[in-house]
C-alpha cells in the first residue's frame, strides 16, 4: 500500500543546513507529485515545495524560495528537501505527501491524499 517516510530531520543551528528525504512505496512514483509541508503548533499547515516524481515542475512557497530545494531520485523512489540558510522560523514539523497527478498540471495549490509521519526540524537562534 501507499507508505511515505520522512526521515533527515534534527536540531540545527539558525544558517545551517538540513536535508530531509521522503521514501515512497506502494505506488508508481512517476505518476505522482510529492509535496512537503510544515506545521507548527497555534499555526495553519504550510505547504513548502512541491515536485512531479519524474522531476520537473517545482514549487516553492515565497518564505523558503532561494534557500530550499526539492529533488526526486526515481530510481530510489525518494524526493528530498535541502534546507539551506535555516532561520528559527523554519522549526516544523515537516510532511511530505503524494497526489496522483499528470505530469503537465502544476503541483501546487492542491490537496494531498497520502501523508508520511513527519520529521522534526528545531533551528536554534
Known amino acids: 500500500e501507499v507508505q511515505l517516510v520522512e526521515s533527515g530531520g534534527g536540531l540545527v543551528q539558525a544558517g545551517g543546513s538540513l536535508r530531509l528525504s521522503c521514501a515512497a512505496s506502494?505506488?508508481?512514483?512517476?505518476?505522482?507529485?510529492i509535496g512537503w509541508f510544515r506545521q507548527t503548533p497555534g499555526k495553519e499547515r504550510e505547504g513548502v515545495s512541491c515536485?512531479?516524481?519524474?522531476?520537473?515542475?517545482?514549487a516553492y512557497a515565497d518564505s523558503v524560495s532561494g534557500r530550499f530545494t526539492i529533488s526526486s531520485d526515481n530510481a530510489k523512489n525518494t524526493v528530498y528537501l535541502e534546507m539551506n540558510s535555516l532561520k528559527p522560523e523554519d522549526t516544523a514539523v515537516y510532511y511530505c505527501?503524494?497526489?496522483?497527478?499528470?505530469?503537465?498540471?502544476?503541483?501546487?495549490?492542491?490537496?494531498?491524499?497520502?501523508w508520511g509521519q513527519g520529521t522534526q526540524v528545531t533551528v536554534s537562534s
Open positions: 506502494g505506488f508508481t512514483f512517476d505518476d505522482y507529485a
Open positions: 515536485i512531479h516524481g519524474i522531476g520537473i515542475s517545482a
Open positions: 505527501a503524494a497526489l496522483r497527478l499528470d505530469f503537465d498540471y502544476p503541483c501546487s495549490n492542491r490537496v494531498y491524499d497520502y
